[in-house]
């Protein structure tokens, strides 16, 4: 998903204009990766993939400025999980070297080390701010653990062992009170079929909801209301280029597919549920789609575009 952009458009969802441009920098020898707006506020992560490893970058949208995290210029770093302040981020730093997980506040740049174990992947935060689950692994053919603790990574408990398989990409509901989690096959296959599972944040009542793609890395998508999730799924799970934009409804178990998309982003949810945002690979160019629920159309919103999202 390498690109070099040269800004950040703003832009209303009922306007075809944009309302700010936002020039970026690309540091040197890095290609950018992703954008993540935080879930409020006026910051949103930019992630470059450089030559000593992936680096994350603050973007702060209202004077354009962006800055490293980090004062160790070649210390590799991660987005995890925003905490839903807007204010703070949770990175997986140092994989190679000394790898923990950090929690920093992107206006003091203040870092904390947190106690959790080194070999820490997946990192979500509660809607309230209040927990997180985190998944980790100890090496391929090791399985993985799903564990919850408070938002400072302490009172840690494990939730579940899976010794064939590896959970993450965990998402809250919007009411905090059930996760969704991708699991995929503990091995080296590059593009391997996985499962979305359900279950309730202690991990009770926990049901199989759809195959999915997993080898992406791209998480489910909580609907604003909970009702529904949104994922990348497959035509064929032996096939993993027939990917595709799936939602699942938990108030019926149904399972709706589409036409096959080549998604290279997790899709976004419009603010009152009705559309999905996501970037497409369309003759070796990246273009912004949308996805209407309710009749299924969907069309092209910009070209030469990635990595939609909202700033609340």
């Known amino acids: 998903m390498a690109a070099s952009p040269s800004l950040v458009l703003q832009r209303s969802p009922d306007s075809a204009q944009p309302l700010k441009e936002i020039p970026l920098v690309t540091p040197s020898g890095c290609n950018f990766w992703s954008l993540t707006p935080a879930p409020v506020g006026r910051f949103a992560v930019i992630e470059w993939q450089c030559s000593y490893g992936p680096a994350v970058q603050i973007l702060n949208v209202e004077n354009g400025k962006a800055y490293f995290l980090l004062d160790d210029a070649g210390l590799d770093n991660r987005l995890l999980a ?50 997180m689950q985190y998944a980790l692994t100890n090496g391929i053919g090791l399985g993985s653990e799903l564990w919850a603790a408070d938002a400072g990574g302490t009172y840690g408990q494990k939730i579940l062992s899976d010794f064939g398989n590896i959970l993450g990409l965990m998402r809250y509901s919007p009411n905090g009170k059930q996760i969704a989690t991708m699991r995929l096959p503990d091995n080296q296959s590059e593009f391997p079929a996985g499962e979305l599972w359900v279950a309730d944040v202690d991990g009770k009542n926990a049901h199989l909801a759809a195959t999915t793609d997993a080898g992406r890395g791209m998480p489910p998508v909580w609907s604003p209301d ?12 032996d096939d993993p280029d027939s990917i595709n934009l799936s939602i699942y409804d938990l108030s019926t178990s149904q399972l709706l597919t589409t036409s096959p998309f080549s998604l290279l982003t997790p899709p976004v949810w419009s603010l009152d549920g009705t559309k999905l945002y996501f970037t497409l690979a369309i003759d070796d160019k990246m273009e912004v789609w949308f996805y209407e629920i309710t009749n299924g159309k969907a069309g092209r919103l910009l070209s030469k575009a990635c990595c939609a999202g909202w700033l609340h």
Not at 87 to 105: I, M
């Open 82 to 131: 925003w905490h839903p302040d807007g204010k703070t981020v949770y990175l997986k730093a140092g994989t190679l070297s000394n790898p923990q997980v950090l929690r920093v506040n992107v206006e003091s740049r203040q870092v904390v080390p947190l106690s959790l174990s080194p070999n820490t992947y997946s990192v979500s935060v509660s809607p309230d701010g209040k927990t």
């Open 226 to 237: 909970g009702k529904q999730i949104a994922f990348i799924g497959r035509d064929h799970p």
